[in-house]
C-alpha cells in the first residue's frame, strides 16, 4: 500500500513558476513509476509526465515539453514536478500517482495502470 500526498501548488503569475511534491509512505517507493496528472475544470483529467521507478528514464505530455521537469528522490521517498513558463491554461489541479514497476504493460503506464493516486495540488495562473 501506498499513500500520496501533494504538496506546492498555489497561485502564479504566467511565466512564473512552481514546484510540486509528492511525498511517499512506505519503504518500496523505489519499485514504483510516479506519474504526475492534471484535471482542469470541465475537463478530463490528462496526463503530464512520468518518470521510470530509478528515474532514468523520463516522459512529457507534447504541452509541457521543454517547460516541466520529473524528478524523484528515492532516499526521501518524494517525486517532484518542477514547472516553469507556466501558462493560463496550465491551471489545473495536479495529481501524483504510482503503479508498480514490473506491473505496468507499457511506457509511459496507461493513466488507467496507475493504482495509486494522491488528493491532488491546486495550481492557478492568471494572466
Known amino acids: 500500500q501506498v499513500q500520496l500526498v501533494e504538496s506546492g501548488g498555489g497561485l502564479v503569475q504566467a511565466g512564473g513558476s512552481l514546484r510540486l511534491s509528492c511525498a511517499a509512505s512506505g519503504r518500496t517507493f523505489s519499485s514504483y513509476t510516479m506519474g504526475w496528472f492534471r484535471q482542469a475544470p470541465g475537463k478530463e483529467r490528462e496526463f503530464v509526465a512520468a518518470?521510470?521507478?530509478?528515474?532514468?528514464?523520463?516522459y512529457y505530455t507534447d504541452s509541457v515539453k521543454g517547460r516541466f521537469t520529473i524528478s524523484r528522490d528515492n532516499a526521501k521517498n518524494t517525486a517532484y514536478l518542477q514547472t516553469s513558463s507556466l501558462k493560463p491554461e496550465d491551471t489545473a489541479v495536479y495529481f501524483c500517482?504510482?503503479?508498480?514497476?514490473?506491473?505496468?504493460?507499457?511506457?509511459?503506464?496507461?493513466?488507467?495502470?496507475?493504482?495509486?493516486w494522491g488528493q491532488g495540488t491546486q495550481v492557478t495562473v492568471s494572466s
Open positions: 518518470i521510470s521507478w530509478r528515474g532514468g528514464s523520463t
Open positions: 500517482a504510482a503503479v508498480k514497476a514490473v506491473s505496468a504493460s507499457s511506457w509511459p503506464p496507461n493513466q488507467k495502470e496507475y493504482n495509486y
